[in-house]
């Protein structure tokens, strides 16, 4: 079923969002999936190691990832701006050339990463123990990520189409296709970590495939422009730069998942060795989810917040980001709880509990749960104010969590607490941005009265 733009200015907000946001959570979650798949596989399959692996070689990914979510988020909301004032070809346009941006970009990352591998992962924290199979792993996942962008960038136009369920299933296929490999290659084929890593890849291929042809079709409103034809690059430098303001703050808030898996890889190995970066390893293959459950609420709210902002409907504007802010405590406390009384079995799938590094993540899940609902509530908020183009208070939000926060926190908990203040570092810097976000918003409604 594809939503209509009569029902984005009509329909009750409930129902409408509501339809943006299963088909999303179900991408979302299957996203989770290949992430998780690739845990459960390699902790079974190779053991902590791997998993210290692999968590290392995910943190520079969130660059790509971010890269993604900014042009698309960025595309997303400017051409639903676009159909909103009937300007189909300027839509088409933009969604066109963030596509063909993205690629060129991640490509160019992706061969940097790979000329030097032994120095890639030096530089990523890798000890000398891990050198050798984290290289493995990266010469096979990073060439996927190439292709994946084509993906991330799509669904944002797929949603902006109407047709959210189709951008569910270029992540749902591959995230099942990916545990079915996983298996393939992990355990029946004892490939190692080689097989999780290019399992992930073939599984990024098909979903990329799913979207390109989707945007191919002649019934679509955004349906990609030749790339050849000079219509396809009428205004880049002005829509690529408008579409990079509005989607920077995503960028940014990937970047906080990847310095949070680089500060605390580098602060765990001081602290605690390699059973601490295969504990933290264990903890980071979960707050993607968590992550993810706030992009899927904000990108739901995306196409319903960009459409009404165009045409200059205040009210619904503000009842759709009442109903986000809604769902965003309700899912954060599902995951607080998850962290808070389910820490052995979370820790359990990937890794045995009696384990060295088990027992360390057996301790440090109780004090990410209180991260939970600020985390997601922060992404939110700042997907929120890139819907309807107000790009520097998102920008200055992401600002907050990755650098102003973040970092001092990381820096100076470990000092104070030791290995707890590791595990507090996340919880403290989003507290103190959901504080900063509250206070501005109330300021903001004052002055408006």
């Not at 605690?272 to 989810?289: E, I, K, Q, T, W």
Request: proline content about 4%.
């Amino acid at each position: 079923m594809i939503i209509t733009e009569k029902e984005l200015q009509t329909k009750r907000i409930a129902p409408l969002f509501k339809a943006y946001f299963f088909p999303t959570l179900f991408s979302m979650i299957s996203i989770s999936l290949i992430t998780i798949a690739d845990g459960f596989f390699v902790g079974r399959g190779v053991g902590a190691d791997g998993v210290a692996a692999v968590n290392i070689v995910w943190a520079p990914t969130m660059i790509f990832v971010g890269l993604g979510l900014m042009l698309g988020i960025g595309c997303g909301v400017t051409s639903t701006i676009a159909l909103s004032q009937g300007n189909k070809m300027a839509a088409r346009q933009h969604v066109t050339q963030a596509m063909t941006l993205g690629l060129m970009i991640v490509t160019i990352l992706a061969t940097i990463m790979l000329v030097n591998p032994q120095k890639t992962v030096m530089l990523l924290g890798a000890s000398d123990t891990l050198k050798d199979i984290t290289i493995e792993y990266m010469l096979y996942l990073i060439p996927g990520f190439v292709i994946d962008i084509l993906c991330l960038i799509g669904q944002f136009a797929l949603r902006c189409d109407g047709r959210p369920k189709t951008a569910m299933w270029s992540t749902l296929l591959p995230g099942l296709m990916n545990v079915a490999l996983d298996w393939l290659f992990v355990f029946r084929l004892d490939m190692g970590i080689k097989g999780a890593a290019l399992a992930a890849s073939l599984s990024f291929v098909v979903g990329a495939l799913i979207v390109v042809f989707a945007l191919l079709d002649p019934k679509s409103k955004l349906r990609l422009l030749n790339i050849f034809s000079k219509h396809a690059w009428v205004g880049v430098t002005r829509n690529i730069s408008r579409q990079c303001l509005i989607g920077l703050s995503a960028l940014l808030g990937e970047l906080v998942m990847a310095m949070t898996m680089f500060l605390g890889n580098i602060s765990t190995m001081r602290l605690l060795g390699d059973a601490g970066v295969g504990a933290f390893g264990v903890v980071c293959y979960y707050l993607p989810f968590i992550f993810l459950l706030g992009n899927a609420i904000a990108q739901s709210g995306q196409p319903i917040l960009s459409f009404n902002y165009g045409r200059r409907n205040t009210v619904r504007v503000r009842e759709t980001f009442h109903y986000m802010v809604k769902t965003a405590i309700v899912c954060g406390l599902i995951c607080a709880f998850a962290f808070f009384f389910l820490n052995t079995a979370l820790t359990s799938f990937f890794i045995p509990a009696n384990s060295p590094a088990g027992i360390i993540a057996i301790e440090a899940f109780p004090y990410y749960a209180a991260c939970a609902l600020p985390y997601i509530f922060n992404i939110v908020a700042t997907g929120y104010f890139q819907s309807i183009e107000r790009a520097k208070p998102s920008i200055v939000f992401a600002l907050m969590r990755g650098t102003v926060f973040l970092i001092p926190s990381f820096i100076l908990l470990p000092l104070w607490l030791g290995s707890t203040g590791v595990w507090l570092a996340l919880t403290v810097s989003e507290l103190s941005t959901t504080l900063f976000i509250v206070l501005f918003y109330t300021q903001r409604r004052i002055k408006r009265k």
